[in-house]
């Protein structure tokens, strides 16, 4: 599954993306870099400890969360996207807007982060196909505030591909290039504990030949799974230990990327999964 990305760092083994909320209600992070300036530092400090790219976005999709407005989703991320990149950091921007898109590719940004695999907006994979820049495509099945009434499978892993597949035939079809396409197949969305950890042990059978980022940092599967003694999930800032685990394990199955709030510790883990595998990258 690991394989360069045209137009994105290539350091010969899985990238790091680190994650940017620029919201007040984000799930993972209380909000604490809603203030541009605080964003901006904060990516700064992300790429130090060694994130590859930066992932930019303005609109929560914690579950149950409701959709902001473009002007505000725009308000958010634009003037942190146009910094970052004038600073010649790599970014992505993470939305389900198409308008959105565009505009933060015209601010700099390198990648589109579409959760919603271009399904929430018809105009997305135009855009793209315009723009000429990578694409995540995610697997995705309804808004957050509803999603989890349609997590349903008999065979997590194969309706999950075959979705995937969808989606990809009809981005292609609408004049994405196939080798932009990245896939990702959408950890905590519209998925129980149970079908979250089934892919993350089938990974390797999303696809054969695109590849695949993997973003669990902070998503309740992993607090659950770490319920204490008194019966309650850990909280979501207390699971980074198992995220790090995480990403050792999806980068020595081959994923391209892992997204992540903590960057330092998650990218040691797959820089030594890199070694592990004998990946490009040179060992110290």
């Not at 000429?132 to 309706?159: K, L, Q, T």
């Not at 980022?213 to 198992?242: E, M, N, Q, W, Y």
């Amino acid at each position: 599954m690991t394989s360069a990305v045209p137009g994105l760092p290539d350091p010969g083994r899985c990238l790091v993306m680190g994650v940017v909320n620029v919201t007040p209600d984000s799930f993972s992070d209380g909000g604490a870099w809603f203030d541009p300036d605080k964003a901006i530092r904060h990516a700064h400090d992300l790429v130090h400890e060694g994130a590859d790219l930066i992932d930019v976005g303005g609109e929560s999709t914690r579950p149950g969360a409701q959709r902001v407005s473009l002007e505000e989703e725009l308000r958010r991320v634009i003037p942190v996207i146009e910094a970052l990149a004038a600073d010649g950091i790599p970014v992505s921007v993470d939305t389900m807007r198409a308008e959105v898109a565009e505009a933060a590719v015209g601010a700099g940004a390198r990648l589109i982060n579409d959760v919603s695999g271009g399904l929430a907006d018809p105009d997305m994979a135009r855009i793209v196909a315009a723009a000429r820049v990578p694409y995540v495509v995610m697997h995705w099945r309804g808004h957050s505030h509803d999603m989890y009434r349609r997590a349903e499978y008999d065979d997590v892993v194969a309706e999950v591909r075959d979705e995937l597949r969808a989606r990809v035939d009809a981005v292609v079809a609408q004049g994405v290039d196939p080798e932009m396409i990245v896939l990702d197949p959408g950890l905590g969305f519209a998925k129980r504990p149970r079908h979250n950890w089934t892919l993350l042990a089938r990974l390797g059978e999303l696809s054969d030949d695109l590849p695949i980022l993997v973003g669990a940092s902070r998503k309740r599967f992993i607090g659950k799974l770490l319920t204490g003694p008194d019966g309650h999930p850990r909280p979501f800032a207390d699971c980074d230990d198992a995220t790090v685990a995480i990403s050792a394990l999806s980068a020595a199955a081959g994923a391209w990327c892992v997204r992540v709030h903590r960057v330092r510790p998650n990218a040691d883990a797959v820089r030594v999964a890199a070694a592990i595998r004998g990946d490009r990258e040179v060992r110290p």
